[in-house]
């Protein structure tokens, strides 16, 4: 029941998603995993999926350090029995929650400890925020990038199983940069500035700093603006884009991966992926590739395929119904043009 009044002083909205046991907050995603690779001795063994981003490899690319990739298929599915071989005597294991659906069941967690007491299991969400498990049985820790799906200078969330004594520290370099260039991005935005290479640069000299990992600590700025966001909204408004460009998005051309509404973007597969990609940035609609991979990576499954053919299109909460109607008439007259 919500009381009514009229009056009196301003009441101020504080989600608790955020306030859970066992949540900490980091710089970014990049840094809660340097503090888990961090727990650990030198010369450990690491099992990560092939179809990862720099993000989730560097942490853990200490030269002393065995890196073991494992293949997805087109889907974005492993094969378990692959998994469960490589993680007979390895040290970590880290799976990622890829476009919104969930990596793996309990059962599978439980057969890989079983046979490994001692590994240690990571779920990475930072492309499945909504899902609704953050918490597993047999994971000992989750991840997820929060500026990612939210707009803040910065942010990392690690969820452990148990309770953690981090000793945090604060650098306000990279909040700075990121800041700056977001409040400039604004005014770009709304014209009140003509001048986009500022914000450009500053997020690039951003990016360089996260080389430099260690337990840094989220701003406050970004730690009570999480508090404030209507997370049901938010989810609600990503929902409805994802599904307006899953019904309307009908090009023979295009093949769409399996994914669900609380996905980070509405991912699609095209032959002609490059050329659609920059037809559309010509048209002030940017979609990332989610990764560009090394030649080492693309060796296992389909991981290559996927790199080559993969388009990443935005549907977060910024943009509106009108907005997935615009993005659906463009790359349409794409396709006619190039048909």
Known sequence: MIRKEIGSDWEIYMNRFFLQDNFYFFRSCRDALNYIAHCFK??????????????????????????????IDNNFKFLKSEVEGLCEKADILLLIDYFGISCVDEEFLKKIKNKNPNICIIIDKTQNFFGDIWYYEYADYVVCSLRKWFSLPDGGLLVSKNKLDIEFLNDDSFYNLKLNAGFTKYEYLHNLCDDKSYFLDASKKADTILSKMDNYAISDFSYFKLLTYDISQIKKIRAGNFVYLKENMTDVNISKIEACENSLYFPILTKNRDVLQQYLSENNVYCPVIWELDPEQRMYGKCGYLSDHILCIPIDQRYTLDDMEEICYKINCFQEKNS
């Open 42 to 71: 030198s010369n450990i063994e690491v099992v990560l999926p092939a179809y990862s981003c720099d993000s989730v490899i560097t942490p853990f690319s200490k030269k002393e350090d065995n890196i073991k990739f494992y293949g």
